[in-house]
């Protein structure tokens, strides 16, 4: 979906149309969750503190997340999506991957149906989206990102190097600002750059990681779609693209982690009695570490603040670092008031 939150907001209020409306916590601390394409010409991007945003943009519309809305049109967007494919795995309240192989491989059939697709989701939503159809899930990712907003990109497998070479580094999944710090640092600009790297030195600064990244800058990606189930249980990861020593930055993702899994909980109106951490070492073991809380939460800070406790006490941090992180929350149970927080929850992830 197109800035999903903040095109929610202008849907049911139209005197916010054509305005910069920022979505996100508006507390001292708060985070942008999402911002409309019309404040996004001012720099205001997801994840970036409100205190920035509103300094960019003193005369923009700021609304705290209404997730039970954004729930109800999210569950309209994945029933259309089921009526088109029998496996359908979502990310997120506005992000979905769907499988179209048993439609068939010509390019102009699956254009016209995503087509359609498009049309329908705006009939059911009011709202636009953005789709991209392509042979794995990072490429039909990408393709979605290129071509925003409500944009439909189809890319065929032989344009995948024309289309990836030219991008900035940063495109690639699990590319964050860390490791893009270190690729430009050995002159690794460009997807393409990445992708002609002698290999061996992919391996000596990133390890298996290396191997990883490179195989995304040829198009490569073998990650299955997971068929959609009720969820017993919420929890996101993030594997790492190179093995991560510094325990500040290890927190830094709980803290990432756990405020979209605090988003889940709000938009399904769920709380959680169990939070727990996952951590993969270099050698492949995993671990995970959990508590039970006395009462259910849904607090983004509560979540994070329980998650860094348990990485900080029960996870053994070496000199050897982790290359995968986790943040789970369970035992859930349906909730009909929204708890109150005795902070101003942020929720650090972007309408897509």
Same mark, same amino acid.
């Given at each position: 979906? %197109? ?10 209020? $139209? ?33 970036? $503190? ?5 300094? #960019? ?34 990310? !997120? ?19 016209? /149906? ?12 009011? /709202? ?18 290129? %071509? ?35 690729? +430009? ?12 790297? $002698? ?11 290396? #191997? ?56 399904? !109106? ?26 259910? +939460? ?14 900080? %006490? ?25 708890? /109150? ?12």
């Amino acid at each position: 979906m %197109d800035a999903f939150f903040a095109a929610v907001e202008q849907l049911d209020e $139209p005197a916010y149309r054509g305005r910069p409306v920022i979505v996100g916590g508006l507390g001292p601390r708060g985070v942008v969750a999402t911002a409309s394409y019309e404040a996004r010409v001012f720099g205001i991007h997801s994840a970036m $503190p409100m205190a920035v945003a509103r300094k #960019r943009c003193p005369d923009g519309i700021y609304l705290r997340p209404r997730f039970t809305r954004y729930k109800e049109l999210s569950d309209r967007m994945r029933r259309v999506l089921h009526r088109v494919s029998p496996v359908v795995e979502t990310i !997120s309240l506005d992000e979905a991957f769907f499988d179209l192989t048993h439609h068939g491989t010509d390019h102009r059939s699956l254009e016209d /149906l995503a087509k359609r697709i498009k049309g329908e989701v705006q009939h059911e939503t009011g /709202l636009t989206c953005s789709i991209g159809i392509a042979a794995n899930r990072f490429l039909a990712k990408l393709g979605s990102e290129l %071509d925003k907003p409500n944009g439909l990109l189809v890319i065929d497998p032989e344009s995948v190097q024309a289309l990836l070479d030219p991008l900035p580094i940063g495109a690639l999944w699990g590319v964050g600002r860390v490791t893009e710090r270190r690729l +430009t640092s050995l002159g690794l600009l460009r997807v393409g750059d990445l992708r002609r790297a $002698p290999s061996e030195l992919m391996a000596r600064e990133f390890g298996s990681s290396g #191997r990883r990244l490179q195989a995304l800058a040829s198009g490569i990606d073998d990650t299955p779609l997971a068929q959609e189930v009720e969820s017993r249980s919420i929890s996101r990861e993030t594997t790492l693209a190179f093995d991560v020593v510094d325990p500040d930055e290890i927190a830094e993702h709980v803290r990432h982690l756990a405020s979209q899994v605090a988003g889940q909980l709000k938009g399904e !109106s769920l709380l959680c009695r169990t939070v727990r951490v996952k951590v993969r070492y270099p050698d492949f073991r995993t671990i995970t570490r959990q508590m039970r809380l006395g009462v259910g +939460t849904d607090s983004v800070h509560l979540i994070a603040a329980l998650a860094e406790h348990l990485l900080r %006490d029960r996870v053994r941090l070496d000199e050897g670092g982790v290359r995968l992180i986790g943040v789970g929350v369970g035992t859930l149970f349906q909730t009909e008031a929204q708890q /109150l927080s005795l902070f101003d929850e942020a929720f650090p992830f972007a309408g897509a």
